[in-house]
């Protein structure tokens, strides 16, 4: 059964520094997603993607972050300096062109020191 | 803007039924889901409900829907150790981006 995949499994990072976590969504999907679940709390909305360009980001989605979709199969999330309230798991997810189930990669620890 | 809650824990013994609650505020939510986390792994879409319904069966798995409460339910029959996991209940509007909101999710315990 096709399933989204997300490398690397766990990423840690100096605080101030680049980070890009990686995501393959399910093949002919066509909405891809990045959430965020911070230790203790809930999982959060970041940023949906659709035809090459952002369809809506939420306010945690500000000028660090980026996507990109620089081939036809994978999907970036990039924090250009990362904070220590930046540590979370980071979930991507994709979903269909017709139907609204999304279905979620296994996530990225990020931990920030 | 949408809020969606649930109780935190449930122990059950296995073989009983169990059933978890989610409430949610929104009444321009369209679709309703539930998904399962178990320790370590990510977040399996286990089902989903259009909000024109009332019911959706399937195996073992029993969604009801009360969009005039605004109460969703998850129902496992013959709940086994397996079923052991977070049970995360989530909203969307739908539309084009579908954005999903996650409730707190419930750590389901089966006690053999």
């Known amino acids: 059964e096709p399933e989204v995949t997300q490398t690397p499994s766990h990423q840690v990072t100096q605080m101030g520094q680049e980070v890009i976590l990686r995501c393959v969504p399910i093949?002919?999907?066509?909405?891809f997603y990045w959430y965020r679940q911070i230790l203790g709390q809930k999982v959060e909305f970041l940023v949906s993607?659709?035809?090459?360009?952002?369809?809506?980001k939420s306010e945690i989605f500000d000028d660090q972050f980026s996507v990109e979709r620089p081939d036809g199969s994978n999907f970036t999330l990039k924090i250009r300096s990362t904070k220590l309230e930046d540590s979370a798991m980071y979930f991507c997810?994709?979903?269909?062109?017709?139907?609204?189930?999304?279905?979620f990669g296994p996530g990225t620890r990020l931990t920030v020191t | 803007g949408e809020d969606v809650e649930q109780s935190l824990f449930l122990s059950v013994r296995e073989g009983d039924s169990s059933v978890i609650n989610c409430t949610y505020t929104?009444?321009?939510?369209?679709?309703l889901y539930w998904y399962k986390q178990e320790p370590g792994a990510g977040l399996q879409l286990l089902t989903y409900?259009?909000?024109?319904?009332d019911m959706k069966q399937d195996q073992r798995l029993t969604v009801l829907l009360n969009k005039k409460d605004k109460h969703l339910s998850l129902r496992i029959a013959d709940t086994q150790t397996g079923d052991s996991a977070i049970y995360f209940c989530?909203?969307?509007?739908?539309?084009?981006?579908?954005?999903?909101?996650f409730g707190t999710g419930t750590l389901l315990a089966v006690q053999p």
């Open positions: 997810a994709s979903r269909p062109g017709i139907t609204y189930e999304q279905y």
């Open positions: 093949s002919n999907h066509l909405y």
């Open positions: 993607f659709y035809n090459n360009e952002i369809s809506e």
């Open positions: 929104d009444s321009s939510s369209t679709y």
């Open positions: 409900i259009f909000s024109n319904m």
């Open positions: 989530a909203a969307s509007e739908g539309g084009a981006t579908n954005k999903l909101i």
